[in-house]
C-alpha cells in the first residue's frame, strides 16, 4: 500500500517538475469550479421564477446536468490538453535537438493532460453537487424548498467570493474586491440567462 502511494506521489512531483503542473491545476480548477457553480445555481433561479421549483425537479435537472459535465470536462479538456502538451514536446525536441520519445518528459507531459481532465470534472461536479445539496435535504424532507433556495443561494455566493479571491491571490489582488467581483459576474449570467428563459418562456 505504502509502496504504491509513494509511486504516485513520485509520478505526480515528476509531472509538476517537467510539466510545470500547477499552472494548469490552478486554471482549471477555478474556471471549472466557476462554471458549475454558474450553472446549477442558474438552472435553479431558472425554475425556481419559473414556476418549477420542486425539489424533485431540481435535483433531477441537476444531476443530469453534473453528468453531462464530467464527461464533457472529462473527454474535451483531455483532447485539448493532450494536443498542447503534444505541442511543447515538439517545442522541447526542437529544443534539444533530439527525440524525447518514451522518456519520463514526455510520460509526465501526457499525464498532465490525463490529470488536467480529471481536475476539470472534479471541480466542477463538486461545486455544483455544493449548490445543488440543499435541495437534496428538500427531497428527503430536512428542509422546506424556500430554505433550500436560500441556502442554494447562498453556497453560490460563497463559492464564487471563494473563487474570485483565490484567483485575485494569485494576480495579487485585494481578495475582498476580486471575490467581490466574482459574484456580480456570476450574478450577472444567471440575470441575463434568466432573462432570455423568461422572454422564450412567453415570446
Known amino acids: 500500500m505504502f509502496e504504491l502511494l509513494y509511486k504516485i506521489f513520485s509520478k505526480l512531483l515528476k509531472t509538476v517538475e517537467y510539466a510545470k503542473f ?3 491545476f490552478r486554471r482549471y480548477f477555478a474556471i471549472n469550479a466557476f462554471d458549475g457553480t454558474i450553472t446549477i445555481w442558474g438552472m435553479i433561479v431558472g425554475v425556481r421564477f419559473l414556476g418549477a421549483g420542486e425539489p424533485s425537479h431540481v435535483v433531477s435537472s441537476g444531476v443530469g446536468a453534473i453528468i453531462a459535465m464530467v464527461f464533457s470536462g472529462l473527454s474535451s479538456t483531455y483532447m485539448i490538453e493532450l494536443a498542447e502538451q503534444k505541442r511543447k514536446l515538439r517545442e522541447i525536441e526542437e529544443a534539444m535537438l533530439m527525440k524525447i520519445d518514451n522518456t519520463e518528459i514526455e510520460k509526465a507531459h501526457k499525464r498532465a493532460a490525463l490529470i488536467s481532465a480529471f481536475i476539470d470534472s472534479f471541480s466542477s461536479s463538486l461545486s455544483s453537487l455544493l449548490v445543488l445539496s440543499p435541495y437534496v ?9 424556500n430554505t433550500a433556495f436560500i441556502y442554494s443561494t447562498l453556497i453560490a455566493f460563497i463559492l ?8 485575485g491571490k494569485i494576480a495579487e489582488e485585494r481578495l475582498v474586491l476580486s ?3 466574482a459574484i456580480c459576474i456570476g450574478g450577472g449570467i444567471v440575470l441575463i440567462t434568466y432573462l432570455i428563459n423568461l422572454f422564450t418562456k412567453f415570446s
Open 22 to 24: 500547477l499552472e494548469y
Open 137 to 145: 435535504m428538500a427531497l428527503i424532507k430536512i428542509i422546506d424548498c
Open 160 to 167: 464564487l467570493f471563494w473563487l474570485g479571491a483565490f484567483l
Open 179 to 181: 471575490g467581490v467581483k
